[in-house]
C-alpha cells in the first residue's frame, strides 16, 4: 500500500526536502545526503521536518506508522466516496491494498468516530431504499446485510425499527403483481398457485405474508369469479 519508509535507515541529519515531480503532495527526505523516504507535505509540517534536524531509528519508526496510516485512511475514505459501505467491507478493502492489521483498526476506528463509517445507519438506509427499490422481503434483507459483515442483532433492530408490516406486505403485493401475469397462462390454478409461492418467497417475503396475499387473490375469485389480474393486486398496482 503506498510508499514506505525505509526501516533499515540509520539515524541521520536531514539535508534536504524536496517536492516529488510525479507527486506533489509528497516530499522526498534526504538523510546524510541520500534519499531516505518519501512523506505527505502534511507531515512535513506536523512533525516539523526541517533541514539540518536529525531524525533518530525511533523517529523514523513513528513517521513510518503515521505515514502508513494516513495512506491506509486516503484508501478508504476513496473507497467510501463511490457509495456507503460497512466497516467489514473497508476492512476487506485495506486488507486487499495491504494494510497491516493494526493500522486498519485504527483507521476503522477513526473513521467511526468521525461519522463517515456507521454500520447503523447503514444498515437503515439499506433496508428502506432495497424494499422500495429492489421489492426484497425482510429475509432477503437480513442475509444481504449479513452477508456485508453487520450483526445480527443490529440487523435484526433495523428490520423491526424500518419495515412496518404494511410496507412488508405492499411490497409483496406488488411482486405478485408483477409475476402474475405470466402464471396466468396455465391453466392448472393449483399449479399457477405454488408458482406464484414460491417467486414470493425467493424474494424473502416470511411465509405468513405470502400466504396472506394468496388468501386475498382466492377470496377476489370466490367472490367474484376468475379474473385476469386479481383485484387486490390491480388495486395497488396502479
Not at 500500500?1 to 526501516?7: A, E, F, I, K, Q
Amino acid at each position: 500500500m503506498g510508499p514506505h519508509l525505509n526501516t533499515a535507515m540509520p539515524a541521520g541529519i536531514i539535508t534536504a526536502l524536496t517536492v516529488q515531480q510525479l507527486e506533489p503532495t509528497r516530499v522526498s527526505v534526504f538523510l546524510d545526503g541520500a534519499f531516505a523516504f518519501g512523506v505527505s507535505q502534511e507531515f512535513v509540517r506536523q512533525w516539523d521536518l526541517w533541514v539540518g534536524r536529525q531524525l533518530s531509528v525511533e523517529d523514523q519508526a513513528h513517521l513510518r506508522a503515521a505515514e502508513q496510516l494516513l495512506t491506509a485512511q486516503a484508501t478508504a475514505l476513496q473507497y467510501l466516496a463511490a457509495r456507503p459501505r460497512t466497516a467489514h467491507e473497508v476492512r476487506q478493502k485495506l486488507r486487499r491494498s495491504g494494510v497491516p492489521d493494526q493500522i486498519m483498526d485504527q483507521v476503522i476506528t477513526r473513521l467511526q468516530n468521525r461519522g463517515v463509517l456507521d454500520d447503523t445507519a447503514y444498515a437503515h438506509a439499506y433496508l428502506t431504499s432495497r424494499l422500495a427499490s429492489r421489492g426484497y422481503g425482510p429475509q432477503r434483507l437480513r442475509q444481504e446485510l449479513q452477508q456485508r459483515g453487520i450483526g445480527r442483532a443490529l440487523v435484526e433492530d433495523a428490520v423491526q425499527q424500518d419495515l412496518a408490516v404494511g410496507d412488508v406486505l405492499a411490497a409483496a403485493r406488488a411482486q405478485a403483481a408483477r409475476r402474475w401475469p405470466r402464471l396466468a397462462r396455465a391453466t392448472d390454478r393449483a399449479r399457477r398457485r405454488q408458482k406464484l409461492w414460491a417467486f414470493v418467497r425467493r424474494r424473502g417475503f416470511p411465509a405468513a405474508i405470502v400466504q396472506q396475499v394468496l388468501t386475498e387473490m382466492a377470496e377476489e375469485r370466490a367472490a367474484g369469479g376468475e379474473v385476469e389480474l386479481p383485484l387486490c393486486l390491480r388495486t395497488r398496482r396502479q
